[in-house]
C-alpha cells in the first residue's frame, strides 16, 4: 500500500478531534487482501504527505473493491515521519491499531468473496488465498505469496539457482503463537530464475503441495488463510532426495 497523502484537507486543527481517513480502492476483492496481508505483515505502512502531521495523529484506511460491497477499515497512528526525497514532502509512518470484532467481519466478506470464485475455477480444486509469508531455509528467505489447502509457492528472495527439483520432499516448521506445527509437503514445480529487461533477474520460484496433513494441521492453514493468525516464525527444510541404482 502506498498512498499520497494531502494532510491539508483536515484544515488548521493542530490535533485532529476525528482520526483522519483515507480511500483506498483496490481492483479485486483478491488485490485487497494481498494488500492486506502485506501490509499487516509489516506492521504497519509508510505514506508519503504534503504536511507532517504530529506523532500519535490517527488514520482510519477505508479499503475497498469493486467485488467487495462492505469496505475493510484499518486504523493506525503516526509512529514516525522523516522528510521525503522529493521536496517538501514528508513520509509518515503509520502503525496498525486494530479494532478486531470489527475488522474481523469485514475481512470474512473479503475472504468469502474469494471463496466464492472458486467455483468457477473447475481446474482448481482448492482455493488459494494471497497472503504474504517469510520463510526461512535452503540459505535464503523465501516469500509465501499464495496459500491454500493443497499447498503454497514460494518466491526466492535472491537470484541463486534453486538446489530443489519437483518430486522432491520438504517440511515447513510453522510456529503460530506458542504452537510449532510440522508440514510435510512435496515440491510438484521448479522455476530457476531468468533474465528479464537485459542484465535483471527474474527471482526463482517453486510450488508445493501438502502430504498427510491432519484435521488439527489443516484447521491450522485454514486459519492462516483467513488471516486470523500470523505465523510468527516459518522455516523451510528440503528432504534428501533418495538414492537410485545401485549401490
Same mark, same amino acid.
Given at each position: 500500500?502506498?498512498?499520497?497523502?494531502?494532510?491539508?484537507?483536515?484544515?488548521?486543527?493542530?490535533?485532529?478531534?476525528?482520526?483522519?481517513?483515507?480511500?483506498?480502492?483496490?481492483?479485486?476483492?483478491?488485490?485487497?487482501?494481498?494488500?492486506?496481508?502485506?501490509?499487516?505483515?509489516?506492521?504497519?505502512?509508510?505514506?508519503?504527505?504534503?504536511?507532517?502531521?504530529?506523532?500519535?495523529?490517527? !488514520?482510519?484506511?477505508?479499503?475497498?473493491?469493486?467485488?467487495?460491497?462492505?469496505?475493510?477499515?484499518?486504523?493506525?497512528?503516526?509512529?514516525?515521519?522523516?522528510?521525503?526525497?522529493?521536496?517538501?514532502?514528508?513520509?509518515?509512518?503509520?502503525?496498525?491499531?486494530?479494532?478486531?470484532?470489527?475488522?474481523?467481519?469485514?475481512?470474512?466478506?473479503?475472504?468469502?468473496?474469494?471463496?466464492?470464485?472458486?467455483?468457477?475455477?473447475?481446474?482448481?480444486?482448492?482455493?488459494?488465498?494471497?497472503?504474504?509469508?517469510?520463510?526461512?531455509?535452503?540459505?535464503?528467505?523465501?516469500?509465501?505469496?499464495?496459500?491454500?489447502?493443497?499447498?503454497?509457492?514460494?518466491?526466492?528472495?535472491?537470484?541463486?539457482?534453486?538446489?530443489?527439483?519437483?518430486?522432491?520432499?520438504?517440511?515447513?516448521?510453522?510456529?503460530?503463537?506458542?504452537?510449532?506445527?510440522?508440514?510435510?509437503?512435496?515440491?510438484?514445480?521448479?522455476?530457476?530464475?531468468?533474465?528479464?529487461?537485459?542484465?535483471?533477474?527474474?527471482?526463482?520460484?517453486?510450488? !508445493?503441495?501438502?502430504?498427510?496433513?491432519?484435521?488439527?494441521?489443516?484447521?491450522?492453514?485454514?486459519?492462516?488463510?483467513?488471516?486470523?493468525?500470523?505465523?510468527?516464525?516459518?522455516?523451510?527444510?528440503?528432504?534428501?532426495?533418495?538414492?537410485?541404482?545401485?549401490?
Amino acid at each position: 500500500m502506498r498512498l499520497v497523502y494531502d494532510v491539508t484537507r483536515v484544515g488548521r486543527r493542530e490535533h485532529p478531534r476525528f482520526p483522519i481517513r483515507l480511500s483506498v480502492r483496490y481492483p479485486s476483492a483478491r488485490s485487497l487482501l494481498g494488500d492486506y496481508t502485506r501490509s499487516v505483515s509489516k506492521g504497519g505502512v509508510a505514506i508519503e504527505s504534503e504536511r507532517r502531521p504530529d506523532i500519535g495523529t490517527q !488514520f482510519v484506511f477505508e479499503m475497498t473493491s469493486p467485488e467487495v460491497a462492505q469496505m475493510v477499515e484499518i486504523r493506525g497512528r503516526v509512529v514516525w515521519t522523516r522528510a521525503s526525497a522529493q521536496p517538501g514532502k514528508y513520509v509518515l509512518g503509520i502503525q496498525y491499531t486494530f479494532a478486531d470484532s470489527e475488522r474481523r467481519a469485514q475481512l470474512e466478506h473479503v475472504i468469502e468473496t474469494i471463496l466464492s470464485e472458486h467455483r468457477y475455477e473447475r481446474q482448481r480444486r482448492h482455493p488459494r488465498m494471497p497472503v504474504t509469508i517469510e520463510v526461512q531455509g535452503l540459505g535464503r528467505i523465501w516469500s509465501m505469496r499464495d496459500l491454500s489447502q493443497g499447498g503454497a509457492s514460494l518466491q526466492s528472495s535472491t537470484n541463486d539457482p534453486i538446489g530443489i527439483v519437483a518430486g522432491q520432499r520438504l517440511r515447513l516448521d510453522v510456529r503460530v503463537d506458542a504452537f510449532d506445527a510440522v508440514l510435510e509437503a512435496e515440491t510438484i514445480w521448479v522455476a530457476q530464475p531468468f533474465p528479464v529487461h537485459g542484465e535483471q533477474m527474474a527471482a526463482g520460484r517453486l510450488g !508445493f503441495r501438502f502430504v498427510g496433513l491432519t484435521a488439527e494441521l489443516r484447521a491450522l492453514v485454514d486459519r492462516i488463510m483467513r488471516a486470523q493468525v500470523l505465523p510468527t516464525r516459518v522455516g523451510l527444510v528440503a528432504r534428501r532426495l533418495p538414492k537410485r541404482g545401485l549401490e
